[in-house]
């Protein structure tokens, strides 16, 4: 059962106040981050395990600020599938492909929308977005898309807890 704000102790909101927030870009970000709690590297790790086994939270990850990196084209592509099978499969073709950054399926029960398989490009060059789109149309049973262009990045934040 996930945990309640007054379920965490002191240490534990110092701890988590701290990993909410960018990781330290370091070869031991966790260790790093233990040192600013006033514990140990273990203890932050089993908090966050603990954390996860539990349901309290999700997914722990990175996010990467891809037009910093110089991924200045970005397509959030719409393909068309038959049911979740299908997107299951084109997922994992997707996910061999190093420009696409994540891909979900999600039902539209809006009739004018049939798009419910959903994969982020990144590239240097629309080009290489492109082509990501030709090798998903190679390598999968995918055929009907809609891509979207990215025209600006907005300000991406995670949420604040403690």
Known sequence: MPRQ?????????????????????????????????????????????????????????????????GFRHNLMVA???????????????AMENPRISHCYYRPSPAEDWPYEFFTMIHGRKKEDCLA??????EHTSLREYAAL??????KKTSMTYF
């Open 79 to 93: 393909w068309k599938v038959a049911d979740q099978e299908e997107a299951d499969l084109a997922a994992r073709a």
């Open 5 to 69: 704000y007054s379920d965490f102790t002191e240490t534990e909101r110092r701890i988590l106040s701290l990993v909410q927030k960018n990781l330290p870009d370091s070869a031991s970000p966790f260790a790093d981050i233990a040192a600013s709690a006033g514990v140990s590297e273990e203890e932050v790790l089993d908090l966050l395990r603990s954390l996860l086994r539990d349901g309290s939270i999700r997914r722990f990850g990175a996010s990467l600020k891809h037009q910093r990196a």
């Open 149 to 154: 262009e990215s025209l600006k990045e907005l």
């Open 132 to 137: 990501t789109i030709d090798f998903l149309l």
